[in-house]
């Protein structure tokens, strides 16, 4: 059975960020093929919930690349069977500091 995902505030941010960066910088083409891209992948995200590599720092959240630009956390609740994207940003971008 497929988790359900939800999206935190800052994945959402984080998605609109680099949906604007393509619209200023790229193609229509670009735009569908990333939004396409992230579908995809979280599409396997809900049927494979550990795909991605648990983080050094938190073993409660999994970090990957969805592609060779684009980075997400997340974490798994498997009582719930909910996938919380916590995070996506590019690869380029620092990440915060907490």
Known sequence: MAYQIIWAPKAIAGYDRIINYLRENWTDREIR?????????????????????????????????????????????????????????GARQKPLKR
């Not at 990957?64 to 609740?77: A, D, E, Q, S, V």
């Open 33 to 89: 093929n990333f939004v396409l891209e992230v579908d995809n992948f979280i599409e396997v995200l809900a049927n494979h919930p550990e795909i991605l590599q648990k983080s050094s720092k938190n073993k409660s959240l999994y970090r990957g690349p969805i592609n060779k630009l684009t980075i997400l956390t997340y974490r798994i609740r498997p009582k719930n069977q909910q996938i919380d994207l916590i995070n996506i940003r």
